[in-house]
């Protein structure tokens, strides 16, 4: 796995013009590391950006519960020096994700072990709230808020040279760049921007797990829990999980989530019940004595889409699409920030080497970035025998494994560190098969019998 984050920029257009069509993490993202290429970065979106951590209309799943994972959190660092100090001084707790959260795999808790893995809780509009205004500050930079990007617009040869914008109380007007990066997210329209210029749409791959959050906020005590969060993933058996993650503000911010037609509901009883019926207590002994500072709210995610921009055999110069809009995950593994920060590390790599080709290099680039994430997330949520997909012989066989893995990481911290480093985006998905691991996760075990994973008679095939 490629750790670099860090490369200095060996082309400048001084008077180059970049234009990132959306302000959501991706775009802020994509934004900075074009600032170190281009004279002029404008970043548009079209609601208006309140500058501080409340959610706005274009992003719904800012009320819900966003981790950041430890890969995710490093490569904010280095792209924003201070900006992990700055969040915990507005109220993000840092922790040691091994350590101080407790976490729920197949219903058995992860043996808590001091580990290398640093994690922080911080509100999604907290974290766009702090990198917005960051990039803001940025020389050359340009925020134009409630303007809409209809389209990108073309030039002689086909190249995209700039976009077209709409927004209340402005003129239609046209913006030219040299660059345009589509950052707008889930309800992004860039297959039909493709096809009005003349383009066949990205091949999609799709999984829809009928996935359905409510959230609500407490308030926070000191003493409330030993833990600073809590993540009770959902099981085959039980597909319902659940994550309290404390942060700023003093609040816990309490995601409950489930599939089909078993969903937390927004009355603030059934919400409750829904928490007891998870598959294990914690949660809902947790929210027991919380006091409640919101009403639940639900957002459906029925979908995650993977856009293989990579495969097309044309695609006009001057244009990228990122983050969301190029590949969007199920959210309950918390992989969009993170993946949408390694995609920024890799804009910046591939601008390093000149802007030849920068779109096919891009994608090439990313499309590595998404395999690991997209099989984890597509592997996870074809353990549910509601998910529609095709359950080849080795994602059953890889699943038993997890199931197995989960076991073992309940006693051995060994065991939990490489799945958590996995998970993470720390280290690559072999590291769960390498030797050392591999032996530990089938070593017998005492009980063994009493603690083997359900199996649903969909997941159970012959040895
Ligand atoms: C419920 C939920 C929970 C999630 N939980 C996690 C998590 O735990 N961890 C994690 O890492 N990720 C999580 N994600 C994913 C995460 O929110 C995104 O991956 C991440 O924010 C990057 O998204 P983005 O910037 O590409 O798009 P978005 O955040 O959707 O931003 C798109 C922006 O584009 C703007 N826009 C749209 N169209 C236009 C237009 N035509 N013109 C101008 N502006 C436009 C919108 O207003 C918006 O500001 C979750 C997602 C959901 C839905």
Redesign the pocket.
Known sequence: MDKRVTRTTAETRPDGHAVV???????LLAARVLTETFGRVTV????GLPGHGVPRR??P?GH?????LSR?SEILEDLFPGLTADLVAAGATLCDIQNDVRWYNDGRRLRPAPSRLRGINVS?PGLEASLLSRVAALPGVTILERR??VEPITGAGGAVTGVRLAGPGHEPEDLPADLVVN??????RGTEWLRRLGYEPAPEERVDSRLV?VSREYRRRPGDADFVSIIVGHTASVPRGGVALSGEGDRWLVTLFGMGDDVPPVDPDGYHRFAARLPVPDLHHLLEHLEPLTAPRL?R?PVSIRRRYERLDRFPEGYLV????LCQFN?SY?????V?ACEAAALRECLADGSAGLARRFFERAARIIDVPWDMSVGGDLRFPSVEGPRTPRTRLLNRYISRLHVAAEADPVVGNAFLSVANLQAPPQRLMSPGVLARVLRPRAGRATVEPRLTAEERIPA
């Open positions: 069509a959306g302000a959501g993490i991706g775009g548009i979106d079209r609601d274009g992003i799943q819900h519960a966003h981790g950041l995710g999604r809409e990007v950052a707008t997210g889930r309800g992004n959050y957002m995610i990122f983050g969301d809009a959210p918390g992989q969009g920030m993170t949408a």
